[in-house]
């Protein structure tokens, strides 16, 4: 049997981790494993294919990226193509991922990848692909799975830089405000910021008001505390509209200048008096070298992957239903995606803890 | 109401941050907190019961061992007493736990601890006593809950000992034996071998042999790579006994010199010829900052562990069953310990990327 | 004798180790230490003035921060002072930092700060106080000393995000340009851009050209390498003037929102046609627990300090002459300020390894 | 022209980065590289010879360990070899040394390695060969440089260790003795122990007594601190010869168990009645990552190394003599070893803030 592997969408610590162990899982059982480079690219003819063997995937297992590359784009459905006149149409160009891969000899498709990715997966599967998907999210959005590799790394990104931010506003009395992913859910907000013993967590799944969050500022203030962290994920929702974003750029674009965090800093300080400062985490939620628990998770990931090929579970991910890591069909996995439950012990921990959610 | 927390067992990264999320989430409700200082020690009259305030946890989140301090001796039940002759005998004190408790206005205590622990607990909550339990281990031997705090740091250490010997086996072409905690369960050995690509991985759940063991050092060294990790549990059973293990000091003794991974290096270079190495990673793994998901996990079982006094949970103990934390009966959480399941996804993803078992 | 110890200007690792040390070499020869909060404020009756203890040191050799707070603001020789209208004015308070200091008894006074502090310790040396000094730079822009704390913990911050950025810049074909403090020096930059194998550094002291930049990075992608590291000191001078600076906010002005970073990126990104994203490191580099190269010089620091003031040396300061420390005139030590020198083996060094500097 | 690279003794974090300076630096002179095979054995057809490219040296600048190899064994001038009868004799085989570089082109050698490797450098240097050496040393015993690659990380590490020790050792009220690198030289022990607040230090330099130690121990215990951290180098003196040391293993034979420290740890329990434990560091201290201290040294000396080859500085090796790079003849800089001077700065420092060398 050939099978190929490919990863599709922001990149994720831990993709390595999936791709070694999927590739050593396979060639044990006698398979031939390729590689496809850059999302669908590689079998779009844009990139290539390459053979995976022992030798390309040795001590790659702790390393962050993906030996694959990846891409946000290149939706084979609509395919971006340039036309004669230079304007841009987007063409359906997933007969060619089919034929492509039969030429090849591919038999199987091992697709690691977003929700995006995902449900390309499923149009393919839906056409006649034999594909696996392995669940990727940063922001731990994807349901059907307890959680994806990657999370734990991004969230201890955020600890470590509330960590450093503690020590600076302590000392300068200052608030600062740190920005970290998450457009739709909180996830890394709320892990950081309760691990962290952040003073404000900010997250889409709670609307906040500024004044409720300047409120608990100055309250600590009174009580002698005179800085402040506030941990705000980039699609935190302002409720009153007195923080307004700085959207992010679309592609083709310039690069995203600030977000949510400088208008927040600005705004507290505007409306306490308080110096504040911002920092946006940005890439480097996504770089480096994955955690212990992300190695190990990506690790079962691809392994388990391997196994769902033999099994044939064509249409199936990999998921953690703790302790155990299950298939889940991709269909139902991403009907919905996964949000922060405001009821969920760890909100009502933090809120215990004297942490505030800008709601009240 | 008066509630009092206590720390017992060896300690783990981790308990500082349960003391801090129980003791703000008791003051939020308008309770006051004690403190017992090294297990039971401060409600014997052998150290302090001090006053814990919203001061007295500030900052203490990420730090290592605990600000109760702990002790793995003087279960109160079987306590030593020496006497007049300078012999020692042991003593049930139990009662003067309950009368001081009394006199202390204490009405109900949250007992941090390992299996040990919780056993004393019970016994206590047998006398009369309100007490709601913490599950600490480092080894993840406790059951009735999926993980607890602490052993993700122990596996984070495991894995950079491992990552730093990778580099200077493959340099020197040496074997290099790491013995990590685990006397009766090999999760640490299991978790951080897999995530660090270790060679060979000896558990106490899977008997070995050091033939095995040797047979797998020596396919590597065909084919070319010269070098091998093995990680060991201390407590990794030795089948054919050609490995004998020195024994951990007992208290009052000498300390502990060497154990599994020195008799292991020494064997197999004996056996192999090739140059071994050995490492014992001893206190490192209980030590330092925890990781930030023993920072979520604890502060959860800090803020479940209130909840579940104010619930009247008595005899029950917070347990992470994901994505909840819950409470269990004590009694049903000790009956049987968690161990490695051979059958376990990990273990067959490890075998598949190549790990040996020393079983086979 | 009673001493104190002041911390003025920006935070940076290493401070409580200097405190630290130099409050317990001051105990061990049987003065007496105060602490004087924010920088002089202690000393105006803007804030208060502590004794420190054994007690109050201990433990805090490894945090980041100051116990003793720190403030960018507040130059006793023109302090700002608000008036009746409303409007602010200078005046000169340094008369009460004398007396205030005369009436506590203190004899000596250990500051510790950056170049402003230093020249402010000066004038006050001059009007008859007894001060020793302490170099304190993130930049390592003083002169007079080899290097400061502080600085070997900036940069490993530094180098630890190009090492996470490198992943997702290779995975994505990205530029990722990187922001560092250095607003006058460059050597953040070039010791983190060097260690960190950056392809482009671009520093104040070597004039740029942002054709050169764009050069460098389309001549890495015609070599195959689709993906480069920029970092940029915040005070990198653009030569030809094609990226505009957004400055920094003055004090009570609203805070910073992106800097060189993002212009930068902005502008390689429509000249070359690839894309790039801009991280602003910010407040990372001045938080967080120093390195042990930090915490030893601190220590040294602290310690030499005391011996400073137990020999008289008024208007002097601290500076490390590897492998001593000596002592040597504030005055002096900030005549000049300290500057990267472009012919220095660094940076021909990185030049040989393929670095540009963006000037040629 | 064709340069050569060999790396030869322990490994020590950094050596990659000298080899990728040295190969970029030569290959951008126009120069070919050879990378000889571990130490002197490539060159002695005991192992490889291979070119050096840019691929070659990608992205190994934060790596531990040397893509080269090495070995502790294999003086080409006492060559163990095996006789027909089973036994070893040692014969001088630097000639074959120097017809091999010939025959392969080499008309330059770069020689990483402590002073062992430099001493034999410098015999082949007297016999013609035109050689560069770069010290290399963990426990920065290498006079002519204020220091080298290797030991910071190794420092670091050590700090890592006695800050995670102190966390358990305080939960506890135990003495937690750590044994460090140092057979000689007692830097590393001092460096760590100063920087990571140690109560007792032991190193080679300083004579010590087991009743001083356990004297250091108790008041420590009588004001109150039940714990306490010793840091030992693993050859350190003991004066009264209470303490015997276990001697480390000679090549061929079985690993080392336990040293210093075990035994250490074991007198003070007898002699103090605390409860003791043992950590020996060992190989962790050469693994891994190097700082961002030594990435840029060692970065530093791979370009001063081919600078020097340029400059035909044959017989000499680099230098750091802050803050430039130098070249200084290597039989000057290995006539004395460097070794911590007990007057010197650190020292004092660390006495006055309560440390005990245990020499009084």
Redesign the interface.
């Known amino acids: 049997m050939r099978i190929a592997i490919s990863t599709g969408g922001?990149?994720a610590?831990g993709?390595n981790a999936v791709i070694?162990?999927a590739t050593?899982?396979a060639l044990?059982?006698g398979w031939s494993v390729m590689g496809i480079k850059?999302g669908y690219a590689g079998l779009l003819g844009e990139d290539e294919v390459i053979p995976l063997t022992r030798e390309s995937v040795r001590?790659i297992?702790?390393?962050?990226?993906?030996i694959l590359?990846?891409?946000?784009r290149g939706n084979p459905f609509s395919f971006p193509v340039q036309q004669a006149d230079g304007s841009w149409r987007e063409i359906d160009r997933s007969d060619e991922i089919l034929e492509n891969a039969r030429n090849l000899g591919i038999e199987a498709l091992i697709s690691i990848g977003g929700d995006g990715s995902l449900a390309i997966a499923q149009r393919l599967v839906d056409k006649g692909m034999r594909i696996v998907g392995v669940p990727k999210t940063i922001d731990n959005d994807v349901a059907g799975t307890?959680t994806t590799f990657g999370f734990?790394t991004a969230?201890?990104?955020a600890?470590?830089?509330i960590?450093?931010?503690?020590?600076?506003a302590?000392?300068?009395?200052r608030v600062?405000v740190l920005e970290v992913m998450g457009r739709e859910a909180g996830f890394i907000a709320l892990?950081?910021g309760?691990?962290?013993?952040a003073d404000v967590v900010l997250i889409p799944e709670i609307a906040w008001k500024l004044e409720h969050v300047c409120e608990a500022v100055m309250e600590r203030d009174r009580r002698g505390r005179k800085f402040a962290i506030v941990v705000v994920a980039e699609g935190a929702k302002d409720e009153g509209g007195h923080v307004s974003l700085i959207g992010d750029s679309l592609p083709g674009q310039?690069?995203?200048?600030?977000g949510v965090a400088?208008n927040l800093?600005?705004a507290i300080?505007?409306k306490t008096g308080k110096?504040?400062?911002?920092?946006?985490l940005?890439?480097?939620q996504?770089?480096?070298m994955p955690?212990?628990?992300d190695?190990?998770l990506a690790?079962?990931f691809?392994?388990?992957a391997?196994?769902a090929v033999a099994d044939g579970k064509w249409g199936h991910m990999v998921a953690l239903q703790?302790?155990?890591?299950v298939t889940v069909p991709i269909r139902e996995a991403i009907r919905e995606p996964r949000r922060v439950d405001p009821s969920?012990?760890?909100v009502?921990?933090a809120r215990?803890?004297?942490i505030s959610f800008g709601d009240r």
């Open positions: 922001g990149d610590p993709l070694r162990a050593l899982s044990e059982r850059r001590g297992g702790h390393l962050g990226g993906t590359r990846t891409t946000n307890v734990d969230v201890a990104t600890i470590e830089a960590d450093k931010l503690q020590t600076t302590e000392s300068h009395d600062l892990h950081s309760v691990a962290g013993s310039a690069p995203r200048i600030g400088h800093a600005k300080q505007a110096e504040c400062r911002a920092m946006v940005g890439h480097l996504r770089g480096g955690t212990g628990y190695r190990l690790t079962r691809g392994g388990a391997a196994q703790t302790p155990h890591i969920h012990d760890i009502q921990t215990r803890t004297g």
